[in-house]
């Protein structure tokens, strides 16, 4: 009879002992009640700030005196712009109110598509003139499904905003 290997293990090691698991009265955990429910756009406001504040105070020290300005100003003009954004009550906004913004998302997503298929098109016939168009559709189909999709995303935004009947809110 053969001894064991001195590199195999004869018993589980202690960890993989089911006895040693650690059980946890879960009705003895007492997490703190939130008296207030945040809304979401001080939540945005208190993460983007618990963020950006340890990053600008390790970059200053880092950066020449004339960036470091800049980069005070731009981190205080952020926290002047998200503490007003923060007092806007999202409740309040009427579906009349935003129907600008979405018209306005669906043409930047179509503008957008049209845009890049023109840059991939360019880019194509300008530095791979040798590739025929099956060939160019073979190599660069990612790109060309991206943006076509983000195309009728947008017309499909559109076309939802066209359909949705128009009701002014009575002041």
């Known amino acids: 009879m053969e001894s064991p290997s001195p590199l195999l293990p004869t018993s589980p090691p202690s960890s993989m002992d089911p006895k040693a698991t650690v059980e946890i009265d879960t009705k003895q ?4 009640e939130a008296d207030t429910p945040h809304k979401p756009l001080e939540l945005l406001r208190d993460t ?3 963020l950006r ?17 800049k980069l005070q100003r731009a981190s ?15 409740k309040n ?17 179509v503008g957008f598509s049209a845009l890049m298929t023109v840059v991939l098109l360019l880019y194509l016939y300008t530095l ?6 099956v060939q160019q559709v073979g190599l660069y189909w990612h790109e060309y499904i991206w943006f076509v999709c983000l195309g009728v995303a ?14 002014r809110q009575r002041r």
Do not use: C, W
């Open 29 to 32: 955990l007492n997490y703190p």
């Open 48 to 50: 983007e700030a618990l």
């Open 53 to 69: 504040r340890p990053t600008v105070a390790t970059l200053v020290p880092i950066l020449s005196p004339r960036l470091g300005n």
């Open 76 to 90: 205080s003009l952020a926290e002047d712009s998200l503490k007003d954004l923060a007092e806007i009550d999202l």
């Open 93 to 109: 906004i009427s579906d009349f109110e935003l129907r600008s913004p979405r018209i306005r998302i669906g043409l930047s997503f």
């Open 128 to 133: 791979h003139p040798e590739l025929s168009t």
């Open 154 to 167: 947008g017309m499909f935004i559109l076309g939802r905003e066209a359909m949705r009947p128009i009701q």
